[in-house]
């Protein structure tokens, strides 16, 4: 009979190999669709397409690209209820979806309001003002204001699936609102929405409008699969998200959610997390009301 024993070293290197070129190829890939963003490496393509990755991927990433942490979400628009998730729009039913007092807000933008894809050059403009205008109501954020320079330079960038959508006054032409948009695989992220703050006032409601338009056309038109306004907030410093929800028929898309530190800042989360609650710094709060979503304690 034949000895199948000797070969069994064989069979498992073998089999070890085609495991670790898979683990090689994935890391490649994950090294990839991971980007550093404000201290952090995150997933940069659609948040439905993110897998968890395994431990070794995860310390890999952080060492690749010099970051303090790595945000990994995965199992998207999960049914069971997390403490992490996507704020998400994936059906548009039009005017008649709307309650009443927030189609009177629409139809009211729409009248004051030209709401439409803009180009760069109007946003090159015009598109600064607005920004930093935008900072004028935000009393706890880590975000600061960047300067013009930067503000255009960032503009002169070439970044895929870009776009970017405005809201213009019919009677002077100022661009009073805008949002930058990213659509890929699919879907199309409302990455940011900003608006000067004296129109926020008054009656005009330019988000009612733009928010509209967008789903409307990505959704109704464009077909996407849905639209997204990024995931919970860690420092909770607008209230859009909560308005998306309650006015515009947006929902909360659970995810799971890990995160993995360099090892000095895993010893700082461990010493202040019980401690949470009390630490004045604002970026160290938001560090910490993540690991406290990833724990599910909020």
Same mark, same amino acid.
């Not at 490496?41 to 395994?54: G, N, W």
């Not at 807000?105 to 309001?113: G, P, Y």
């Not at 870009?162 to 006054?169: L, Q, T």
């Given at each position: 009979? %034949? ?5 069994? +070293? ?10 670790? =070129? ?8 994950? =090294? ?34 010099? /970051?303090? %942490? ?21 059906? %548009? /039913? ?9 189609? $009177? ?21 015009? /598109? ?44 002077? /032409? ?6 930058? $948009? ?5 879907? +199309? ?38 639209? =997204? ?8 410093? =607008?209230?859009?998200?909560? %308005? ?55």
């Amino acid at each position: 009979m %034949f000895d199948f024993s000797q070969y069994r +070293c064989y069979f498992s290197l073998i089999k070890e190999a085609i495991l670790g =070129s898979k683990e090689l190829n994935y890391r490649l890939m994950a =090294s990839k669709d991971y980007v550093y963003y404000k201290k952090g490496i995150i997933f940069s393509k659609a948040p439905h397409k993110e897998h968890q990755l395994t431990k070794i991927i995860r310390l890999n990433l952080l060492k690749e690209q010099k /970051g303090w %942490f790595l945000r990994n979400t995965y199992d998207f628009d999960s049914k069971e209820a997390t403490s992490f998730w996507f704020i998400i729009k994936d059906t %548009f /039913g039009g005017m008649e979806a709307l309650s009443r007092r927030t189609r $009177n807000k629409v139809r009211h933008a729409l009248k004051f309001f030209e709401i439409r894809e803009i180009s760069v050059e109007l946003m090159r403009e015009q /598109g600064y003002d607005v920004y930093w205008d935008s900072f004028q109501r935000y009393f706890h954020t880590t975000d600061t204001v960047a300067s013009r320079s930067f503000f255009l330079a960032e503009l002169n960038q070439q970044k895929e699936g870009r776009e970017f959508w405005g809201v213009i006054d019919k009677t002077n /032409g100022t661009l009073v609102a805008y949002s930058e $948009n990213y659509c890929k695989e699919q879907m +199309c992220e409302y990455f940011m929405l900003k608006a000067r703050t004296s129109y926020l006032r008054g009656g005009y409601y330019p988000f009612y409008g733009l928010l509209y338009k967008m789903d409307e056309y990505y959704l109704a038109l464009v077909k996407m699969r849905y639209v =997204s306004a990024g995931s919970r907030s860690a420092t909770e410093h =607008s209230n859009i998200q909560p %308005f998306l929800i309650s006015i515009l028929g947006f929902r909360k898309a659970y995810t799971k959610l890990s995160l993995t530190y360099t090892p000095w800042l895993k010893w700082i989360i461990s010493v202040l997390y019980p401690m949470r609650q009390h630490i004045p710094n604002l970026q160290m709060q938001a560090l910490l009301r993540l690991e406290a979503m990833s724990r599910g304690d909020i």
